[in-house]
Each structure stands twice: as structure tokens, then as C-alpha cells.
Antibody, heavy 121, light 111 residues
Framework: EVQLVESGGGLVQPGRSLRLSCVAS????????MHWVRQVPGKGLEWVSG????????AYADSVRGRFTISRDNAKNSLYLQMKSLRPEDSALYFC??????????????WGQGTTVAVSS | IVMTQSPLSLPVTPGEPASISCRSN???????????LDWYLQKPGQSPHLLIY???NRASGVPDRFSGSGSATDFTLKISRVEAEDVGVYYC?????????FGGGTKVEIK
């Protein structure tokens, strides 16, 4: 089955760190760029970060640049998001998303179910 | 790039057509002439899924009652005959440049 499964979410205090993971199955992982997109419950979608198949093309939203780091391990069919200096406004459902393209970001054709991050003291 | 959708809410009657507008504050045409605009639908309680890519191309498995049109800064998603299963929030998103940005969403509900 073609799917993306996220993990690693949870409740964390402001200023602390968290690492999200996403395992892909059912398709050739390194044929695709990948993204993290987040959504506050009841609100809209916010793109967080994207990474090309070879990790040469990486980009971040202004709101997370310098605090979050995206990475991937093609041998493990896995995508990661290391989140540091977390803020309450980072609280959201984080989706792992597959891009249609391998290097450039051309749109998202497969979404995971998401993992919830809550930042609160 | 700022993406603006309208309307925010769209009550629809099954069997009737529906239309959603998406505008960007700069052209979304890339150097190959493609309009870098996608449409997504997030049904209640589900993750979003891709409907239309590059402004007018239906994604795999998307019913042909959905169509996308437009160019540069002005885009439209049309549903020829709305069905009950089409309810949810529709988002446009530009992929011309990072940061990728979504419109605020249009909630489609049955009258």
C-alpha cells in the first residue's frame, strides 16, 4: 500500500526540541521530493519545509527557518523534521507529504495522516 | 507570494455547478510556461488530497466534474455538478517559488 506514516509528535515545553519522523512505503521514495505541512486544528494549511530527493534542494518557511531542520534517509525510506526552540505557535498537526517531482517542488500528491505537536508549559 | 481565495464559504445545491476563485499577487507562470498552481480538497476529518496540478491537470482518480482553469494571477476551480461527497475545504497553493503558500481555503457545504 502506498502510504506515509508520521510519528514523533507529542506535548513539549516551550524552548524544547522534538523530532518528527515519516516512513514511506509502497513507492520509490527517492523518486520524490518531500515536504512537511502543518495545520492548526480548524485553521488553514501552512507549508513548513521541503527537500529534494538528493537533499540538495532544501527550503523552509520564514516562521521556522533557523529552528527546524528537514532531512531524509533514502535507504530507510524516511523523512525527518528536527524542531528546536519550539514555541506555542508551532502547535499543530504536522503532515508528511510527497511531491510529484523529484527535485523541484511541483505539488503534493500523497499526504500522511499527520502527527500532533503541542507546545505548552 | 500571497494567495487569496473567494468566497470563504460556499453553500451549494447537489447537482448544481460551483466555482471557487484563487488569485495571487504575482504571476505564477514559470520559465517553461507552466502555471504553478494546485488545488486540494480536505474532506471533514481527512488529510488533504490533490485535485488539480499545474492549474488545469486533474490528478489521478479525480472525477471529471472537477476542472481547473486560469493563468498568471487568476485561477478558478469548477465543479460541474456538485455531489454530497464534495463537501470540505478547498485550498489553492502556488509552487512557483518557496516558501510555497496556500490560499486561506473555501469551505463548501451542502445547502
Amino acid at each position: 500500500e502506498v502510504q506515509l506514516v508520521e510519528s514523533g509528535g507529542g506535548l513539549v515545553q516551550p524552548g524544547r526540541s522534538l523530532r518528527l519522523s515519516c516512513v514511506a512505503s509502497g513507492f520509490t521514495f527517492d523518486d520524490h521530493a518531500m515536504h512537511w505541512v502543518r495545520q492548526v486544528p480548524g485553521k488553514g494549511l501552512e507549508w513548513v519545509s521541503g527537500i529534494g530527493w538528493s537533499s540538495d534542494n532544501i527550503a523552509y518557511a520564514d516562521s521556522v527557518r533557523g529552528r527546524f531542520t528537514i532531512s531524509r534517509d533514502n535507504a530507510k525510506n524516511s523523512l525527518y523534521l528536527q524542531m528546536k526552540s519550539l514555541r506555542p505557535e508551532d502547535s499543530a498537526l504536522y503532515f508528511c507529504v510527497r511531491d510529484r517531482n523529484s527535485f523541484h517542488f511541483y505539488g503534493m500528491d500523497l499526504w500522511g495522516q499527520g502527527t500532533t505537536v503541542a507546545v505548552s508549559s | 507570494i500571497v494567495m487569496t481565495q473567494s468566497p470563504l464559504s460556499l453553500p451549494v445545491t447537489p447537482g448544481e455547478p460551483a466555482s471557487i476563485s484563487c488569485r495571487s499577487n504575482q504571476s505564477l507562470v514559470d520559465n517553461k510556461g507552466y502555471n504553478c498552481l494546485d488545488w486540494y480538497l480536505q474532506k471533514p476529518g481527512q488529510s488533504p488530497h490533490l485535485l488539480i496540478y499545474l492549474a488545469s491537470n486533474r490528478a489521478s482518480g479525480v472525477p471529471d466534474r472537477f476542472s481547473g482553469s486560469g493563468s498568471a494571477t487568476d485561477f478558478t476551480l469548477k465543479i460541474s455538478r456538485v455531489e454530497a461527497e464534495d463537501v470540505g475545504v478547498y485550498y489553492c497553493m502556488q509552487t512557483l517559488q518557496t516558501p510555497l503558500t496556500f490560499g486561506g481555503g473555501t469551505k463548501v457545504e451542502i445547502k
